[in-house]
């Protein structure tokens, strides 16, 4: 199984400011076949389901704030909120979708500060 | 539009038996895998296993090969997650998702699509 592990478990940032969370995966998730990273980033708040705001690494879901960003490849991923808003408070996931059974890291939770 | 609705939360007794649903409509149901989530209280996610109503071929995680049934009726457009003895382990939000892709797509386990999750808790 490809092991997903973010950092940090957990983070405050003040508002305005800038959020990293990072994910790091055992094993490639880049399918060379089609220069593809199989990495999705997930926004999870209280009480409702997951939600897609970064897949393929890099490519914003539609509907999502600019303000999110994802970068990286192979095996080390980040996501970035460029100026962090009270409505980005949440639970963040990676997930990789390269193979079965589908992994996901430990969650970060983000707050204000 | 595409929508996943899972059945009503549920309380049950440890040794009793449950079978939870969630309905697909919006899409072709045969098209698409349907993937089980699980999130124990205040914890992570943890895949389950996923069906592909189209043929009934289902895949489980090794953490819950042996202790979960997955199923699903394309009549109905509607799949399954069942246990034959539960356990106060099993307590636990359960999600539905649909994938970005059908199967064979690059994104055949991108879950796009998720159910508002069913709520079963296990108490004596």
């Known amino acids: 199984d490809i092991v997903m592990t973010q950092s940090p478990d957990s983070l405050a940032v003040s508002l305005g400011e800038r959020a990293t969370i990072n994910c790091k995966s055992s094993?490639?998730?880049?399918?060379?076949?089609?220069?593809?990273?199989?990495l999705t980033w997930y926004q999870q708040k209280p009480g409702q389901p997951p939600k897609v705001v970064i897949y393929w690494a890099s490519t914003r879901e539609s509907g999502v704030p600019d303000r999110f960003s994802g970068s990286g490849s192979g095996t080390d991923f980040t996501l970035t909120i460029s100026s962090l808003q009270a409505e980005d408070v949440a639970v963040y996931y990676c997930q990789q979708y390269y193979n079965t059974p589908v992994t996901f890291g430990q969650g970060t939770r983000l707050e204000i500060k | 539009e595409v929508q996943l609705v899972q059945s009503g939360a549920e309380v049950k007794k440890p040794g009793e038996s449950l079978k939870i649903s969630c309905k697909g409509s919006g899409y072709s149901f045969t098209s698409y895998w349907i993937g089980w989530v699980r999130q124990m209280p205040g914890k992570g996610l943890e895949w389950m296993g996923i069906i592909y109503p189209g043929d009934s071929e289902t895949r489980y995680s090794p953490s819950f090969q042996g202790q979960v049934t997955i199923s699903a009726d394309k009549s109905i457009s509607t799949a399954y997650l069942q246990w034959s003895s539960l356990k106060a382990s099993d307590t636990a939000m359960y999600f539905c998702?649909?994938?970005?892709?059908?199967?064979?797509?690059?994104?055949?386990?991108?879950?796009?699509?998720w159910g508002q999750g069913t709520l079963v808790t296990v108490s004596s």
């Open positions: 094993q490639s998730v880049l399918y060379s076949s089609n220069n593809k990273n199989y």
């Open positions: 998702a649909r994938p970005l892709d059908g199967r064979d797509g690059s994104g055949e386990y991108l879950y796009k699509y």
